[in-house]
């Protein structure tokens, strides 16, 4: 992602809807949105990986080697069924990926509206959504995906055993070999997905670039601000809010694309070209010295992240 032209581009439902699939972190009451944390580590994680089933395979090719099993066909078949497996490894990864979208999609829904008012038209939405997806990985598909992967580096492991009991007779190495492939199993359930859905995120992003170039010929933004209007207390689109801000001393904020400005005594309005990006309400909210002026900031911001979004259910 370009820097210098985050806030002359809106990027299209389908990057808005792939960037939910990312790693977020929740800060404040913020639940996470336009941001991605930690993928260098999601890809170090899942290098490594790549690098334990190479390995393993390179084991499994010299114990073939040293216990004479030269055959071509032999060889050949047992190759195929290795580079199935690693290939297989990271399709499971991504189907347990498959519903962290959508589930984020409700996360945030609810939380927005957890601050208003028990009203029956939310509880009948909250209801409807709910019944199309589940938490990631807690549908029984998903438990037996992850219980797949982790007997497959079981089998892995006695494979290891039988071609080399008469080389290793120390069984700590067998034991060590079983545990390497029982934690590549655990990198792919926890950081294959994300590292892709980040991959894939970035390549949709370039595309909204390219095409951002190609329509203005990088002569400057195309886009005009927004405004955003929100109340320390008051009237919402789901009805009363519970959230009661009046002693909340907002202070305002200019960050250029960004800003923060009162309306009238109670209304205060955020004006943004594109995106408003989670480090922007980072910024926005850190600048505020009451905690109740913080919330209603992360609040009313995530609230208008929302409505930038595709719906996805």
Same mark, same amino acid.
Not at 57 to 67: D, H
Not at 289 to 309: G, V, Y
């Given at each position: 992602?370009?820097?210098?032209?985050?806030?002359?581009?809106?990027?299209?439902?389908?990057?808005?809807?792939?960037?939910?699939?990312?790693?977020?972190?929740?800060?404040?009451?913020?639940?996470?949105?336009?941001?991605?944390?930690?993928?260098?580590?999601?890809?170090?994680?899942?290098?490594?990986?790549?690098?334990?089933?190479?390995?393993?395979?390179?084991?499994?090719?010299?114990?073939?080697?040293?216990?004479?099993?030269?055959?071509?066909?032999?060889?050949?078949?047992?190759?195929?069924?290795? +580079?199935? &497996? *690693? @290939?297989?490894?990271?399709?499971?990864?991504?189907?347990?990926?498959?519903? !962290?979208?959508? $589930?984020?999609? %409700?996360?945030?829904?609810?939380?927005?509206?957890?601050?208003?008012?028990?009203?029956?038209?939310?509880?009948?939405?909250?209801?409807?959504?709910?019944?199309?997806?589940?938490?990631?990985?807690?549908?029984?598909?998903?438990?037996?995906?992850?219980?797949?992967?982790? +007997?497959? &580096? *079981? @089998?892995?492991?006695?494979?290891?055993?039988?071609?080399?009991?008469?080389? !290793?007779?120390? $069984?700590?190495? %067998?034991?060590?070999?079983?545990?390497?492939?029982?934690?590549?199993?655990?990198?792919?359930?926890?950081?294959?997905?994300?590292?892709?859905?980040?991959?894939?995120?970035?390549?949709?992003?370039?595309?909204?670039?390219?095409?951002?170039?190609?329509?203005?010929?990088?002569?400057?933004?195309?886009?005009?601000?927004?405004?955003?209007?929100?109340?320390?207390?008051?009237?919402?689109?789901?009805?009363?809010? %519970?959230?009661?801000?009046?002693?909340?001393?907002?202070?305002?904020?200019?960050?250029?694309?960004?800003?923060?400005?009162?309306?009238?005594?109670?209304?205060?309005?955020?004006?943004?070209?594109?995106?408003?990006?989670?480090?922007?309400?980072?910024?926005?909210?850190?600048?505020?010295?009451?905690?109740?002026?913080?919330?209603?900031?992360?609040?009313?911001?995530?609230?208008?992240?929302?409505?930038?979004?595709?719906?996805?259910?």
């Amino acid at each position: 992602m370009n820097n210098n032209l985050r806030h002359s581009i809106m990027p299209n439902h389908a990057t808005l809807e792939s960037w939910l699939g990312t790693r977020k972190s929740a800060r404040g009451k913020h639940v996470g949105i336009f941001q991605t944390e930690n993928f260098s580590k999601d890809n170090n994680m899942f290098w490594i990986a790549i690098f334990g089933e190479v390995f393993g395979a390179l084991l499994l090719f010299y114990g073939l080697w040293s216990q004479g099993m030269t055959d071509s066909y032999f060889t050949g078949g047992i190759s195929i069924a290795v +580079l199935l &497996g *690693v @290939f297989l490894d990271y399709l499971l990864a991504l189907y347990l990926h498959r519903n !962290v979208r959508r $589930f984020k999609y %409700i996360t945030i829904f609810k939380e927005i509206t957890s601050n208003y008012s028990n009203s029956e038209a939310v509880n009948a939405e909250i209801y409807r959504l709910n019944k199309f997806v589940t938490k990631p990985s807690h549908t029984i598909l998903d438990i037996l995906s992850k219980t797949f992967l982790y +007997l497959v &580096g *079981v @089998f892995k492991a006695v494979v290891f055993y039988e071609l080399f009991q008469t080389q !290793v007779q120390n $069984f700590v190495v %067998i034991v060590i070999v079983a545990i390497g492939y029982l934690l590549i199993a655990f990198i792919h359930i926890k950081h294959t997905g994300y590292r892709h859905a980040e991959i894939t995120f970035q390549k949709n992003y370039r595309k909204c670039e390219e095409n951002w170039s190609k329509e203005t010929g990088n002569d400057g933004s195309s886009l005009t601000y927004r405004i955003k209007s929100f109340e320390k207390h008051g009237d919402s689109a789901f009805s009363q809010k %519970i959230f009661e801000c009046k002693n909340a001393d907002i202070k305002n904020i200019d960050l250029g694309s960004v800003k923060l400005e009162p309306l009238n005594e109670s209304t205060y309005v955020i004006k943004f070209l594109g995106l408003v990006y989670d480090d922007e309400i980072d910024q926005m909210r850190n600048h505020q010295t009451n905690k109740k002026a913080k919330d209603l900031i992360d609040l009313a911001t995530m609230e208008l992240q929302f409505d930038l979004l595709p719906k996805l259910i």
